[in-house]
């Protein structure tokens, strides 16, 4: 397992839209902010996942485990940040951490697996030579 340098972090505010009627994050928004940091972390690392969409190649979540700390509110700005360490040559853990990023208190913290899967084929398929780069860089 080859560990990834620590990415410079994805932040956000909490909107109305984001809460519940308590005015705290409805859980499963913290999904989508995990899913928009790790968006933002292969492009941090020129990862297209466009490109690789052109190539039939997608990243599907295996699995994901969250943790909820503390709540995070509305207004609140939030920091994710986003390490990720290579299991095999077509699967990827991200160790995710929510931070309210006045205080550095943790909200959150989650893992979650993906792996690089063929559209046509719908089977795990090995990541490209640009993205096996990335794990060299630690």
Do not use: W
Request: glycine fraction near 4%.
């Amino acid at each position: 397992m080859n560990k990834i340098f620590k990415h410079k972090g994805f932040n956000l505010v909490v909107y109305v839209e984001d809460t519940d009627f308590q005015g705290f994050v409805y859980h499963a928004n913290y999904i989508k902010y995990f899913e928009r940091a790790r968006s933002d972390f292969l492009t941090f690392n020129n990862i297209s996942q466009i490109e690789l969409k052109e190539l039939d190649l997608v990243f599907v979540v295996k699995s994901i485990e969250i943790n909820y700390l503390l709540p995070a509110k509305l207004g609140e700005e939030l920091t994710v940040q986003t390490h990720v360490t290579k299991q095999t040559n077509a699967r990827m853990v991200f160790d995710q951490e929510i931070l309210n990023t006045e205080t550095s208190e943790r909200i959150c913290n989650g893992v979650v697996e993906v792996c690089l899967v063929d559209t046509l084929t719908k089977k795990p398929k090995p990541f490209p030579n640009d993205l096996l780069l990335i794990f060299d860089r630690g």
